[in-house]
């Protein structure tokens, strides 16, 4: 359990207080929750991915591949390199430094057979299945407010202090004139989405924004300056 807690992937921080939604910004919708889930394959082509303790690239990789479009219910499977999750992230932690074979699943029921399955292969580095994520059908870009304490601390690395009452403010506001739709996500109901996306339970949430109609790089351009702002990430980062 601890690979799932390294990655992103997937959840986050604790925020020091409680606050309600800043001017502006909406509530998250009711849903829906998927039920679908999402599988990606870390491929060992170098000894730095999570889970690779060598270098593996003489590894069969159409063999593990065939494995995985062999899987029943498995769709969209496709090659996510490393270099698009560098794009998708605020910056690049060890857990995104490999290409993986990623694809989409029509239920997680298999989920934890088939990630003891596939992680055995010679040449990954570890499987894991998840739900699909609350936000990656409802947003584009998400946006970490600057609390420290769950899994994606390496997304923060410039907060020195949690955002204040009028750091959120300001943060919506400098969103709002660009972007179709600024949700507003508060502790709970970001715990909730993670452990939903990750299949377990107790995992932190923080306050977070979700984003519709920006890009990574046109957020980013509008926060550039803006107190509060821990990082920006394309909700496509989430699978």
């Known amino acids: 359990m601890n690979a799932r807690r390294t990655l992103t992937t997937a959840a986050l921080l604790l925020a020091a207080t409680a606050c309600g939604a800043p001017g502006g910004a909406d509530s998250p919708p009711d849903g829906p929750w998927p039920k679908t889930g999402v599988l990606e394959v870390t491929l060992c082509r170098d000894s730095t991915a999570v889970g690779c303790d060598r270098d593996e690239r003489d590894a069969d990789w159409a063999a593990i591949e065939a494995k995985v479009r062999a899987i029943p219910g498995i769709r969209d499977v ?17 857990s995104l430094e490999a290409d993986k074979l990623v694809g989409t699943l029509d239920t997680v029921t298999s989920g934890r057979e088939l990630e003891r399955t ?6 990954v580095g570890m499987a894991l299945v998840f739900h699909q994520h609350f936000w990656s059908a409802k947003a584009d870009v ?7 304490g769950g899994l994606l601390d390496s997304l923060l690395p410039t907060c020195e ?10 943060v919506v506001r400098a969103l709002l004139p660009r972007a179709e739709r600024v949700y507003y996500e508060d502790r709970e109901h970001n715990a909730r ?11 932190p949430g923080q306050e977070m924004l979700h984003v519709k109609g920006l ?13 509060g702002v821990g990082g920006v990430i394309s909700t496509r980062l989430y699978g």
């Open 78 to 94: 496709h090659l996510k390199p490393r270099e698009q999750s560098r794009a998708e992230a605020a910056v690049s932690p060890r």
């Open 118 to 123: 596939l992680s055995n292969l010679p040449g």
């Open 142 to 148: 998400s946006v970490l407010l600057c609390h420290r």
């Open 161 to 170: 202090h949690p955002p204040t009452g009028e750091d959120r403010e300001a």
């Open 193 to 203: 989405v993670w452990n939903h996306y990750l299949r377990e339970q107790g995992t």
């Open 215 to 227: 890009t990574v790089e046109q957020a980013r351009a509008a926060l550039k300056g803006v107190p």
